[in-house]
């Protein structure tokens, strides 16, 4: 099933395209496309989207992020599922990485850390770098890829996605989550970006989106740092605020990682 209106090659030219806007970008190489996939298609995922508001499989809730996500593909509709093994495909790989210049990517079937988010009015996702080593393969994490599902969302909604620079000083992008569009940036140790603002939807909206996350068995060595789990930092306007502890849940993860806690 197609959910664009390219062919597989014209895909991958379209990245070789965008492959210097991508490389060039500010704060660190990242890109968004608006209305890249078919919309009705992109709806069907919407209709489906599963209510992570009355039982999540994972919850967060802590100074840092307050937010709702799936685990696996276990919460995946059809649609959904066949949506996200496009986006683990040959040809969606192909066109990642023309456009980023990282080669031989491997996609993540067990969807660790990514699948379906949701955040509630009030929600947030602090300023931070990612996990870079995937906790089961120890692959390291070279890219993320977000699609939003937020239908007529205004301005005034929030959950503005914001890159910031290495030295934390501000935010270099700020992009509103609407419907259909598609974020793209490379993941390293210092590739700081979030949702920081508690986020102020109605009552009876909630921010979706999809994430899914790509690897590589080694990294360049200009890149290459400690495994280490999620690194949260202050914007200035944080100072003071309490520090992040690392929540009991993730005991687990952080010894598969690191074999230390």
């Known amino acids: 099933m197609s959910f664009i209106d390219k062919s597989a090659a014209d895909l991958k030219k379209f990245g070789e395209k965008k492959s210097e806007e991508y490389a060039h970008a500010a704060p660190f190489p990242s890109i968004i496309f608006d ?21 999540p499989d994972i919850r967060f809730n ?11 593909e276990a919460r995946f509709g059809e649609k959904t599922k066949q949506f ?19 080669e031989n990517l491997i996609p993540d079937p067990h969807f660790e850390g990514g699948g379906c988010h949701q955040i509630l009015p009030g929600g947030k996702l602090a300023i ?50 609407v419907f259909n569009r598609m974020a793209i940036f490379s993941t390293t140790s210092n590739s700081y970006h979030g949702h920081p603002d508690p986020l102020t939807c109605p009552p009876d909206r909630t921010r979706k989106s999809l994430a899914l996350y790509y690897y590589t068995n080694g990294r360049p060595e200009e890149e290459k740092n400690e495994t280490h789990l999620t690194l949260f930092k ?4 944080d100072a003071g605020r309490p520090k992040y502890k690392k929540p009991k849940g993730l005991k687990k993860i952080y010894l598969k990682l690191t074999g230390k806690y």
């Open 128 to 177: 931070h770098a990612d996990f870079n080593t995937h906790p089961a393969t120890k692959l390291d994490r070279r890219l993320n890829v977000l699609v939003y599902l937020n239908e007529d969302w205004e301005e005034s909604y929030g959950g503005h996605f914001e890159l910031w620079d290495i030295e934390m000083k501000g935010h270099v992008k700020r992009i509103l989550p």
């Open 35 to 55: 209305d890249f996939f078919i919309p009705e298609k992109l709806k069907e995922i919407l209709e489906e989207f599963p209510d992570l508001t009355k039982k």
């Open 84 to 102: 996200m093994h496009y986006m683990n495909s040959e040809p969606f790989l192909e066109f990642l990485e023309e456009l980023t210049g990282i």
């Open 62 to 72: 802590d100074d840092n992020q307050i937010k709702r996500a799936s685990r696996g």
């Open 234 to 237: 202050d914007r200035p306007q």
